[in-house]
């Protein structure tokens, strides 16, 4: 089956500072990535959605400027978390979809960010 | 957009029951419907799907309902085992994005 890497898969960091996760289509190329926030016992909330070589769409509510998100090629997207805050503490998970089978996403292992 | 409703919330099962999972979205555009298990700090695993033109889908002790006019889709999970329990993610997709339900933490008990 398809594989989806993610890296790190925890990172605590002070606030203020920037950091960056990445997401990688192993076996397959990835057209679509997504990028989900996962809060304790709650559901996935689409954060935004790239496409190679595109820029990203974000979902209402999530700033862009704060969440930079790349998709420089068909195997790998990167989300950075900039000038981050205890608030934004959370389990990022990032999806890939590829053209077959339909609609099918490929979840990574998901990054558990801590801010101080 | 896309809004897709789950019930349970949470559920709790004697072990070798039988455990049904609701879900119902609103947009009629959506044609994908996978199932998702995520168990604690683990990515979510595809346990089932099914596509509109569809009504019905089994594996083996799972299998997925789907109701098009009525826009409702159910999961059914047979002979339960404690490796169930999990929480359980229904999702509608169309046009290449998914909405996820909130979730139903499924447990069964030994």
């Known amino acids: 089956g398809a594989v989806v890497s993610q890296h790190p898969s925890w990172v605590i960091c002070k606030s203020g500072t920037s950091v960056k996760i990445e997401c990688r289509s192993l076996d397959f190329q990835a057209t679509t990535m997504f990028w989900y926030r996962q809060f304790p016992k709650q559901s996935l909330m689409l954060m935004a959605t790239s496409n190679e070589g595109s820029k990203a769409t974000y979902e209402q509510g999530v700033e862009k400027d704060k969440f930079l998100i790349n998709h420089a090629s068909l195997t790998l997207s990167t989300l950075t978390v900039t000038s981050a805050h205890p608030e934004d503490s959370s389990f990022y998970i990032c999806s890939a979809m590829g053209d077959l089978p339909a609609d099918e996403q490929f979840f990574g292992p998901g990054t558990r960010l801590t801010v101080l | 957009g896309e809004n897709v409703e789950q019930h349970p919330s949470t559920l709790s099962v004697q072990e070798g029951d039988s455990a049904v999972i609701k879900c119902t979205y609103s947009?009629?555009?959506?044609?994908?419907f996978p199932w998702y298990k995520q168990e604690l700090g683990k990515r979510p695993q595809l346990i089932i799907d099914i596509r509109s033109n569809v009504g019905e889908k089994k594996d083996q002790r799972i299998a997925v309902t789907l109701n098009k006019t009525a826009k409702h889709f159910s999961l059914h999970i047979t002979e339960t085992q404690p490796e169930d329990s999990a929480v359980y993610f229904c999702a509608a997709s169309g046009t290449g994005k998914s909405t996820f339900g909130d979730g139903t933490t499924l447990t069964v008990k030994p």
């Open positions: 947009d009629s555009a959506s044609n994908y």
